[in-house]
């Protein structure tokens, strides 16, 4: 088979013209004497209608519509314009753009389908409900670049580190910016808290800095909302509320310990992020109704699952209840004492919970872990922001739990910042008690 490309080569170069005999049917060359048949005079006009001015075809001029837009289902701009129709944008206009299309300038009204054979013979029928032209007046967009790449950083990266349980993973990856999609404050907490992820672990000090500032000016904006919204919770806002203490809490850690912070409280009184989440603990008890519909159904089931009392009871403190109780025997605070103690011991049962193949012995997730301080009673709060020493070395053993969870960026030195500042307020006696949270952690008095 001969290529194409060879054929219309030889066609071109090597030509001869041909013309039909009179006699018969022959084709025979024709010779330089035989004269050229006259060419039919047309007059040629620029009158044409748009339509066929675009197609680039002969238009009859036919009133009130030539024949070429009759055949095609056109609307021909030879017909009057009809006042009722969107009118087109003149093409120098850029204050707007048409929604009519771009091929005819005149009115568009509707008519019959048209034919849809080629893309500039269609044109759109007005919807209605649908503004006909589109302003392009400079405005505000409303769209950051930089806030899309923080929200796509939280789900590829950040959410993966704020829980570990199969299951609740998913919950903050998926459903939590879907329901921050319907609650601002809630967005920005999520940018907030991807934006200080991200500048936890930038090496150029610029770039980290940057990031820090807009996380700070994510939390303040959501922090403002969500704070005034607690006056007047209900079941549309009460779910992203309680979400967003979850994020708080986070957040707060991620910033770093200061000095003077024991996590709980600080120079400043109890921690802005405690008295929320006691807050939510107490709508929880008092108003479940707001947080009985289907969004956060799924953490709370897995919470129930992962989260719940442990069926094992070791004694994980064999003497530290009996020094407790010789040293407060008459104290009134003692049964805040014990108890938190106990609520710390199922804690523990958690982290050492373990199967005979030692390969599955699951992560512990910091969830489990501070289920302790959601727990705590306002009373032992008091106490500890009161410095009494026995609560002080309590707060020490929550630490071994704690040294557990190193490996989330957003605990990283607390430990040894707790430690150092619970050993500071303590007397020597008290030292003595908090020996074991030293020796299991490894922190060592500087």
């Known amino acids: ?51 066929c001015k675009s197609r680039r075809v002969k238009c009859d001029e036919r009133k009130p519509q030539c024949s070429n837009c009759m055949r095609r289902g056109l609307r021909c701009s030879f017909l009057p314009p009809n006042p009722h129709t969107a009118s087109a944008s003149p093409c120098g206009n850029f204050g707007s753009l048409s929604l009519t299309s771009p091929c005819d300038a005149t009115p568009v009204t509707q008519t019959p389908p048209p034919s849809t054979s080629s893309c500039g013979d269609y044109v759109p029928a007005a919807l209605p409900g649908v503004p006909q032209t589109i302003s392009l007046e400079p ?35 998926i459903n939590l910016p879907q329901i921050a999609f319907s609650n601002k404050f809630l967005l920005h907490g999520t940018l907030a808290i991807a934006a200080l992820h991200l500048s936890r672990f930038k090496r150029n000090a610029s770039e980290a800095n940057s990031y820090m500032m807009k996380a700070l000016h994510h939390y303040g904006t959501a922090l403002r909302t969500a704070t005034s919204l607690m006056a007047s919770i209900n079941a549309q806002n ?16 991620g910033l770093g310990p200061k000095p003077g912070d024991f996590l709980l409280f600080g120079q400043q009184g109890i921690a802005q992020w405690l008295g929320q989440l006691q807050g939510m603990r107490s709508l929880l008890e008092t108003k479940p109704e707001l947080f009985q519909d289907d969004t956060l159904a799924p953490m709370f089931e897995l919470s129930v699952r992962s989260f719940g009392q442990s069926i094992s009871r070791t004694d994980h403190f064999p003497q530290l209840p009996e020094q407790i109780q010789q040293a407060a025997g008459r104290d009134p605070e003692l049964v805040h004492y014990l108890k938190a103690l106990d609520q710390l011991s199922q804690r523990f049962d958690f982290a050492l919970l373990s199967t005979s193949d030692a390969s599955r012995v699951p992560q512990l997730s910091p969830q489990q872990v501070f289920v302790w301080i959601y ?39 607390w430990v040894e910042h707790l430690l150092s500042e619970i050993h500071s307020l303590l007397d020597e006696e008290y030292k003595i008690w908090m020996r074991r949270a030293m020796e299991e952690t490894g922190w060592i008095p500087g």
């Open 375 to 413: 727990q705590l009673e306002d009373g032992f709060v008091r106490l500890l922001q009161e410095e009494k020493p026995i609560p002080l070395v309590i707060l020490s053993y929550f630490c071994i739990l704690l040294n557990r969870l190193n490996s989330f960026w957003w605990i990283c030195g």
């Open 139 to 173: 405005a505000s967009e409303g769209l950051d670049i930089e806030d899309f790449f923080l929200l796509h950083h939280y789900t590829i990266s950040t959410s993966y580190t704020l829980a570990v349980v199969p299951g609740l993973d998913t919950f903050m990856r």
């Open 238 to 253: 009460g779910p992203a509320l309680y979400l967003f203490s979850m994020l708080c809490f986070s957040f707060t850690l």
């Open 1 to 51: 088979m001969v290529p194409l490309t060879l054929l219309s080569f030889t066609w071109t170069h090597h030509k001869i013209p041909f013309t039909m005999s009179p006699g018969n049917n022959d084709i025979s060359p024709s010779s330089p004497s035989t004269k050229k048949a006259p060419r039919r005079h047309h007059l040629k006009s620029r009158n044409g209608c748009t339509n």
